[in-house]
């Protein structure tokens, strides 16, 4: 099927459809939907939740304590870090759904500047265009057209809760709930107009629109001198006053967020800059389903969704005003805080990178986990008798058993912490611009990499107007954390591109650390089956200890038992085969630091002065292609090769 035809099937399916109030209530005792409310047609466009069982993969039980969370991948699939922020915002609608507090409350989100307040309000506006609700139309006799209700109202409100509710609910099976709205100002109108024949009305099929603003609007916040309630609940359209009376619904102009978004969502940015008479209708809406226009005609209903969201400090400021106290009571906070897992902050640039044209640009590897780590870093609360790098680490999923002995648990982290972790530090839309400046820094070639990144960020920082105290600790992040991490991992990168039989040389350091291992936990001595050289328990334990203590493993007997007891239970499922030396991360690392225990030998070969022997230049041309194949351009492994160069001869 072409684009055209798809476009115009998609065109062809939103199309209103009309049915006649009979037929719309037949529709309902076999559609739930035909009734459904704003909240629980969101949750059908979020659709069920992929239970994960956290207990099936290391890092995120770690993260989860083994616990299994609810995901939405048709919904939120490119929310990364945000699990817990998403199962608040579904657990309000579907509370909501089920005619509790919440569906009279407006979902308020709160958070700091470029967290994801915005995106997330986006994707629940655009969620809400994904199911379609049912609205009334009447005829209007001036001009003997239908027209849709203005405030695109449930049909159901033309039933009375106590008089109707009990036969509806008996013959047509609707809740008996789903009739507390009353009718608009508009409906009484038409039904009047009808002498009371409800067949003279009829239903229509409508799907919420942003380009169209049906069911689905944005209000913001305008000056205390020029914005009053008609941004919310509409005003008289003048150019009618001429053959209307002021007070006839035909004569409103129902151009207010209220109007538009009943049945659907209206969001309210930044909320709380408001003046505070401008958010009077928000109260009776919420609580008693309906709210009063600018004329003296009757209550107007509204069924929707009031979406909220600002940063914290106008929260702070509006909280504590005791006048606010009624708009306090119906406000459902929903914390938005920064990602603080580097693995998640990584993703979500690379989702920002994929929908730009640098999407094809070479980024060398570290650079997006060194700006995530700068950001993350910046937004955690300093702990005490720890190190905050361990700490970033622990957030991240990771196991510093064997690295950091005095790296606490995550849940201890949280709880020194307090609740306001994540509201502060550097933003995600900050780094993003950073990103940019760093892919566009060199003016022959349009990439990143990592030296670019720290010099691009505490270039920004010296002329950022920080305070000095929060300069210092964020400098000091660059050249006392991550410099000093990024040259370790550069020095790693470099060698690996160096040795040419690296994955062999790995494999043969991997079995025997775990041969030594093995016969050192059994307290057997061990001899050399090609030299004949014997090992007793203490050789073996010195053996062992050459590999692990330049790793830094702080219990290695523990250490020992672990790696060992998982290369024999791997033998076992796969019929003596030994594991990869890659494949298990504690011993991995361990091998790696004890091949590239000495950078000295390297330096001959990797440095891009000439080379006095043609055996040394050989050796540096397939240095320099091992390192594009581990997507470097050339240009950056010589930026990598000096800068590596130079920090080692400073530090």
């Not at 099937?9 to 076999?30: A, F, G, M, P, W």
């Not at 053959?243 to 035909?250: A, I």
């Not at 609360?381 to 905050?388: G, I």
């Not at 970033?392 to 690295?403: A, E, H, I, R, S």
């Amino acid at each position: 099927m072409s684009i055209f035809q798809k476009y115009q099937n998609r065109y062809e399916e939103r199309q209103e459809k009309v049915l006649s109030i009979r037929d719309y209530l037949e529709l309902c005792t076999s559609d739930r939907g035909g009734y459904a409310n704003a909240q629980e047609r969101m949750l059908t466009a979020i659709g069920d939740p992929v239970v994960v069982d956290t207990r099936k993969d290391e890092r995120m039980s770690r993260i989860f304590a083994n616990r299994k969370i609810r995901t939405y991948p048709e919904a939120f699939a490119d929310f990364f870090g945000m699990e817990d922020t998403i199962e608040e915002i579904v657990s309000f609608f579907k509370h909501a759904a089920q005619g509790l507090e919440e569906s009279k409350q407006i979902l308020y989100l709160l958070g700091p500047v470029g967290g994801g307040k915005s995106s997330l309000s986006e994707r629940l506006k655009e969620l809400m265009q994904r199911v379609p609700f049912y609205a009334l139309q009447a005829k209007n006799p001036a001009t003997n057209e239908w027209e849709t209700s203005p405030v695109y109202e449930s049909p159901l409100g033309l039933f009375d809760y106590t008089q109707d509710g009990d036969e509806i609910e008996g013959e047509y099976g609707i809740p008996k709930r789903y009739l507390r709205y009353i009718m608009s100002p508009w409906a009484v109108k038409r039904l009047q107009e009808a002498k009371g024949d409800i067949t003279a009305f009829r239903v229509v099929k409508v799907w919420p629109s942003v380009l169209q603003q049906v069911g689905i609007t944005k209000v913001e916040p305008g000056d205390e001198n020029n914005q009053d309630i008609s941004s919310l609940v509409g005003k008289v359209n003048i150019r009618m006053l001429d053959e209307l009376d002021q007070d006839d619904p035909d004569a409103y102009n129902w151009a207010g967020g209220l109007n538009i978004a009943n049945q659907g969502v209206m969001e309210f940015v930044e909320m709380f800059k408001a003046p505070i008479k401008m958010l009077h209708p928000l109260l009776t809406a919420t609580q008693e389903g309906h709210y009063n226009g600018t004329e003296q005609f009757g209550a107007i209903p509204f069924q929707g969704v009031i979406l909220a969201h600002s940063n914290e400090s106008e929260w702070q400021s509006f909280k504590a005003n005791r006048n606010n106290e009624a708009f306090l009571d119906r406000v459902n906070i929903i914390k938005v805080p920064y990602v603080l897992r580097v693995e998640e902050e990584r993703q979500i640039y690379e989702k920002l990178i994929a929908n730009s044209e640098l999407k094809d640009a070479p980024c060398a590897p570290g650079t997006l986990e060194m700006m995530a780590e700068y950001s993350v870093l910046t937004r955690l609360k300093m702990p005490e008798n720890s190190q905050v790098y361990s700490k970033m680490q622990v957030y991240d999923g990771k196991n510093l058993k064997d690295k950091d002995p005095q790296a606490k648990s995550r849940e201890e982290y949280r709880e020194a912490a307090g609740v306001n972790e994540g509201m502060d530090g550097s933003s995600t839309r900050f780094a993003f611009k950073i990103l940019s400046k760093v892919f566009n820094y060199d003016s022959t070639e349009v990439a990143a990499n990592p030296i670019h990144v720290m010099y691009i960020l505490e270039k920004t920082l010296r002329h950022e107007g920080l305070s000095p105290e929060d300069e210092e600790a964020r400098i000091s992040f660059i050249k006392g954390i991550l410099a000093p991490r990024y040259a370790e991992f550069l020095g790693d990168q470099l060698q690996k591109a160096y040795l040419e039989s690296y994955h062999e040389y790995g494999q043969n350091l991997f079995d025997r650390y775990i041969m030594y291992g093995d016969f050192w936990l059994q307290d057997k001595d061990y001899k050399d089956a090609d030299t004949g050289e014997m090992f007793d328990r203490e050789a073996l334990n010195s053996e062992l200890e050459k590999m692990e203590k330049p790793a830094g493993i702080a219990n290695p007997k523990d250490f020992r038992n672990d790696v060992v007891g998982y290369v024999i239970r791997y033998r076992a499922d796969h019929g003596g085969a030994s594991p990869d030396w890659t494949s298990y991360e504690k011993l991995r690392v361990v091998i790696e630091k004890k091949m590239f225990a000495n950078t000295e030998e390297l330096l001959p070969v990797i440095s891009f002065s000439k080379k006095s022997k043609q055996e040394d230049e050989t050796k540096h041309d397939d240095f320099v292609a091992r390192m594009t194949d581990m997507g470097y351009t050339k240009k950056q492994v010589r930026l990598m090769v000096e800068w590596f160069m130079r920090y080692q001869k400073h530090n």
